[in-house]
């Protein structure tokens, strides 16, 4: 019903910068809530940055003041611009849309992306 597709992952040195995008299409009435997560290796998935529909944003201790969400309700796609980049920023990092239906009015559904890779070498 929803598929999220993330893009802009890849290799870069420690200190460069990327940015991730994800792209949710399908039977898609709005989208509230909109994040990004990351899991690296033998580690628990966390939370890196979420933002509202209205634009309201939070973000973990680890990328505060260096990594920036952001959303284009218009294209129901969100960002995540990271700059100063750090080795232990190397994880798979996945887009996670709060969605409600079309054909389900007044119920969210949560949906993942499939991920894409990031990695920071020293």
């Known amino acids: 019903q929803v598929q999220l597709v993330e893009s802009g992952g890849g290799l870069v040195q420690a200190g460069g910068s990327l940015r991730l995008s994800c792209a949710a299409s399908g039977n898609i009435f709005s989208i509230n809530l909109m994040g990004w997560y990351r899991q690296a290796p033998g580690k628990p998935r966390e939370t890196v940055a979420r933002i509202t529909s209205g634009g309201s944003t939070n973000y973990s201790d680890s990328v505060k003041g260096r990594f920036t969400i952001s959303r284009d309700n218009a294209k129901n796609t969100v960002y995540l611009q990271m700059n100063s980049l750090k080795p232990e920023d190397t994880a798979v990092y996945y887009c996670?849309?709060?969605?409600?239906?079309?054909?389900?009015?007044?119920?969210?559904?949560?949906?993942w992306g499939q991920g894409t890779q990031v990695t920071v070498s020293s």
């Open positions: 996670r849309a709060w969605v409600e239906l079309t054909t389900r009015r007044g119920t969210e559904y949560v949906y």
